[in-house]
């Protein structure tokens, strides 16, 4: 087995493992990359880095990642016989929108990209359904195409042996969870993502902080997609695609309500969401929060319904949460290319989405998102004192390590 791995690695290897990500973590990426992402390293790309988790106040997002991250490097590991360390260079969600495309290359192919040895790319959903094109190619050998499945998984080794290409995505946003390792250690991401995590202030890491799972924009401009003549802020495109949009209003009796205030920083500041002619009676504490809490109602919209209709048969009384709106109610306008939104990021899946939620689900979104988000904290909070003295981020089961820890 290891010989013909050996063998494997010398002839420039590459596999392809099938449904090697589940279903649910399929969605849970992408619950969070629709929450957290921001521009990409190249036009038409959108990626949430891990980094960008750490560095916007989402570190706990991190550990939805670590199992299937640990069990890609180990992958990696032992498909190409390796009998040297390997490190995880980079981790990302990555989403091709309409127009995206990468020619012919090889991972490593510009000077400070050569420490990559190897990548995984592991397909988040599906060609043919959610977008149309974004087929990739190896320049020669077997497979010459792989077509994205959610699930899948692509591993080759990052030189010229495997040069490939993504044709351009026609239609929808094509999301990838894509990795780079690398055997020298001195490009770690684990390293940069400690040290980002131990300098962050003490109020952070306090799990008695109420706030302290709560988003932290990046600049403005990491949420502006543009092309040569236009754009449009991501985060205000992704709410209107579930039908809502962000909404100042006097109610909330702070600085959001101030109308002087230019519009991108309305978005970092306290709002709200509107869905039509009626308000959510919730203040979200910026853009990126409002934004969370409905990708969550997004992701868990039939388990949340199921949870109202069992309310209900208990007659416990629904949560009346909407209130018409009032003149005071200012909706936050933005320069926005409204087609290009469409055609960037559109996709059938969210008019379905439309007529299948309801609005009174998104107060049980908002308890079960706190929950999640909680739980993924303390967590954190619970690894992090076994991450700092390895130098390394890793995965452990986070009940057992309380149990441990007293
Ligand atoms: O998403 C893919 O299928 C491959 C992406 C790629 O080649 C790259 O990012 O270098
Ligand atoms: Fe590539």
Redesign the pocket.
């Known amino acids: 087995m290891a010989a013909a791995a050996a063998a494997d690695a010398e002839r420039g290897g590459r596999h392809i493992l099938r449904g090697f990500v589940s279903r649910d973590l399929c969605k849970e990426l992408e619950f969070i990359h629709r929450s957290c992402g921001a521009v990409g390293y190249r036009p038409g790309v959108l990626s949430t880095t891990l980094l960008h988790l750490a560095a916007t106040d989402c570190a706990h997002l991190l550990l939805p990642f670590l199992p299937v991250r640990d069990r890609l490097r180990d992958t990696v590991e032992s498909l190409f016989a390796c009998d040297f360390a390997l490190f995880v260079e980079f981790t990302a969600l990555?989403s091709?929108c309409k127009g995206a495309s990468?020619g012919w290359?090889s991972?490593d192919n510009k000077p400070y990209l050569k420490q990559r040895d190897f990548?995984a790319?592991c397909y988040l959903n599906n060609h043919g359904k959610d977008f149309k094109g974004g087929i990739?190619h190896f320049q020669d050998g077997e497979p010459s195409a792989?077509v994205?499945f959610a699930g899948d998984v692509?591993i080759y080794t990052a030189d010229r042996r495997n040069v490939?290409c993504?044709d351009e995505v026609i239609e929808g946003e094509r999301l990838?969870l894509?990795l780079w390792f690398t055997r020298d250690s001195a490009h770690d991401e684990d390293a940069k993502l400690l040290s980002l995590l131990s300098h962050q202030p003490s109020s952070n890491n306090n799990f008695n902080n109420p706030n302290c799972f709560l988003p932290s924009p990046a600049s403005n401009n990491m949420y502006w997609f543009s092309n040569e003549k236009s754009g449009f802020d991501i985060r205000c495109a992704r709410v209107q695609f579930l039908g809502y949009s962000f909404l100042t209003t006097s109610d909330l009796k702070d600085s959001s309500s101030d109308q002087s205030i230019e519009p991108f920083e309305q978005l970092n500041n306290p709002l709200t969401l509107a869905r039509g002619d009626e308000v959510f009676d919730m203040k979200f504490i910026n853009s990126l929060h409002a934004l969370q809490v409905l990708q969550f109602y997004y992701w868990k919209a039939s388990e949340l319904a199921a949870a109202r209709s069992e309310a209900i048969e208990n007659s416990e009384s629904p949560q009346l949460s909407f209130r018409f709106r009032t003149s005071t109610d200012m909706e936050i306008c933005l320069p926005c290319d409204r087609e290009l939104a469409e055609n960037t990021l559109g996709c059938s899946c969210y008019e379905e989405a439309k007529v299948f939620t309801d609005s009174n689900d998104l107060s049980l979104a908002v308890v079960a998102w706190e929950n999640y988000s909680c739980k993924l904290r303390r967590d954190l909070l619970s690894l992090m004192p076994h991450w700092l003295p390895n130098q390394s981020i890793f995965f452990a089961d986070p009940s057992e390590l309380r149990m441990y820890n007293g």
Do not use: G, K, L, S
């Open positions: 990555i091709w990468i290359h991972d990548a790319v990739f792989v994205p692509v490939h993504v990838t894509t």
